[in-house]
Structures are given as structure tokens and as C-alpha cells.
């Protein structure tokens, strides 16, 4: 398989799934300026929306969209329960936070990236997604991941956002059970490994 991505990208949260599921992968990372492979190939020519994460299988198949493709991951090594098995109301409890995390949170970043976003308008979308993470804080109240006790795709998700409010000025301190979830995410070897991989840990 490959796992097309861009360096800090929503494309880590399936190349964290694939080293918690022990899958083998290669890497193809694709440039979010040029919208260009390494090796210069027209990323449009992979994925016509332009956007990561990709992931192709050996038959030549593609997929795109996160949410999709973690699960899809999830199903190829069932012993490690990263997902509920399929047609189980876990499952769709997992759909729903992966539904909620694609639509509520890191879409909500997306202004916050954008230079042209009016100062006015940034200022209202950290407010939305302080109200979002309140919401999640709560959730992860008496629990180690969204699930309860055993880490999903759904967390890996969670994780890769969140990391991107440090450099959005969205303020997270006051989320004690968020904090406590993202140092306990960050130090799984497979989420290190993975940072590591992209350049992205601190030297």
C-alpha cells in the first residue's frame, strides 16, 4: 500500500493508524504548495480533489478521505481493534465521533489556515471550536480514549487535529481530560514513529 501525505497533514492520522495496525506501507509525500510529488508528478493526477490523504492498494485502487480510509485499515487487522467490528452499534458510535471530529473540528481549522480569513471572522471560528472541544473534554471525562479504554481510528483522528491549535492560537489549557488525552496519544510508539517519520517531533 501507499499512503500519499503531506508533512502534519490530516493524512498523519492514517499513517498512524497504518503503524498501529502493522500494515506495510511506503510513503509518497505530496506538497500542500505545489500540489506536486517529490518527484514532481501532478498530485492532481492521484487525486482530483487535490487533497490528503491517499491511500492505493497493490490492485492500483485509490481512496481518499480520512474517515474512510482509517476504516478501511481498521478492517484489515481486526486483532488490533482499532475499530468495532462492522454492523455493531460500536461502530456506528465510532462513525458518529469520526463524523463529528471531519465535520466539527477540523473543518472548523480550515479559516485559521487561510490568510485571507478576516481577523474578525478567525476570532469567531477559534470560539466554535472551543465550544466543539468542551464538548469533547466532557466526553473524555473518566475515560482514556472516545471509546472508553481502548484506542480507535477515531482517536488517531482526534489527535492529528488538535495538534494544529498551537499554531492557530486556539486555546485548549483549560480542557484537563483533552490534555491528559493528547500526552497519553502522544506516547504511543506507533504515534512517535510516525511523527518521527514526517520530521515532526521536537529535536
Given at each position: 500500500?501507499?499512503?500519499?501525505?503531506?508533512?502534519?497533514?490530516?493524512?498523519?492520522?492514517?499513517?498512524?493508524?497504518?503503524?498501529?495496525?502493522?500494515?506495510?506501507?511506503?510513503?509518497?509525500?505530496?506538497?500542500?504548495?505545489?500540489?506536486?510529488?517529490?518527484?514532481?508528478?501532478?498530485?492532481?493526477?492521484?487525486?482530483?480533489?487535490?487533497?490528503?490523504?491517499?491511500?492505493?492498494?497493490?490492485?492500483?485502487?485509490?481512496?481518499?478521505?480520512?474517515?474512510?480510509?482509517?476504516?478501511?485499515?481498521?478492517?484489515?487487522?481486526?486483532?488490533?481493534?482499532?475499530?468495532?467490528?462492522?454492523?455493531?452499534?460500536?461502530?456506528?458510535?465510532?462513525?458518529?465521533?469520526?463524523?463529528?471530529?471531519?465535520?466539527?473540528?477540523?473543518?472548523?481549522?480550515?479559516?485559521?489556515?487561510r490568510p485571507d480569513t478576516?481577523?474578525?471572522?478567525?476570532?469567531?471560528?477559534?470560539?466554535?471550536?472551543?465550544?466543539?472541544?468542551?464538548?469533547?473534554?466532557?466526553?473524555?471525562?473518566?475515560?482514556?480514549?472516545?471509546?472508553?479504554?481502548?484506542?480507535?481510528?477515531?482517536?488517531?483522528?482526534?489527535?492529528?487535529?488538535?495538534?494544529?491549535?498551537?499554531?492557530?492560537?486556539?486555546?485548549?489549557?483549560?480542557?484537563?481530560?483533552?490534555?491528559?488525552?493528547?500526552?497519553?496519544?502522544?506516547?504511543?510508539?506507533?504515534?512517535?514513529?510516525?511523527?518521527?517519520?514526517?520530521?515532526?517531533?521536537?529535536?
Amino acid at each position: 500500500m501507499k499512503l500519499y501525505y503531506s508533512n502534519g497533514a490530516c493524512s498523519l492520522s492514517p499513517h498512524i493508524v497504518l503503524r498501529e495496525a502493522g500494515l506495510p506501507f511506503t510513503l509518497v509525500r505530496a506538497s500542500t504548495k505545489t500540489h506536486a510529488l517529490d518527484d514532481g508528478t501532478d498530485f492532481y493526477t492521484i487525486n482530483p480533489k487535490g487533497s490528503v490523504p491517499v491511500l492505493e492498494l497493490d490492485n492500483g485502487e485509490r481512496l481518499t478521505e480520512g474517515p474512510a480510509i482509517v476504516q478501511y485499515l481498521a478492517d484489515q487487522a481486526p486483532d488490533k481493534h482499532l475499530a468495532p467490528a462492522n454492523g455493531t452499534w460500536p461502530r456506528y458510535r465510532l462513525q458518529e465521533w469520526l463524523n463529528f471530529i471531519t465535520s466539527e473540528i477540523h473543518k472548523g481549522y480550515s479559516p485559521l489556515f487561510r490568510p485571507d480569513t478576516p481577523e474578525e471572522f478567525k476570532t469567531i471560528a477559534r470560539a466554535t471550536l472551543a465550544k466543539r472541544y468542551a464538548y469533547v473534554d466532557g466526553k473524555l471525562a473518566g475515560r482514556h480514549y472516545l471509546m472508553g479504554e481502548q484506542f480507535t481510528v477515531a482517536d488517531a483522528y482526534l489527535f492529528v487535529v488538535t495538534t494544529w491549535a498551537q499554531y492557530v492560537g486556539v486555546d485548549l489549557s483549560s480542557y484537563a481530560n483533552l490534555g491528559a488525552f493528547m500526552a497519553r496519544v502522544s506516547a504511543r510508539p506507533a504515534v512517535q514513529a510516525a511523527l518521527e517519520a514526517e520530521g515532526l517531533t521536537k529535536k
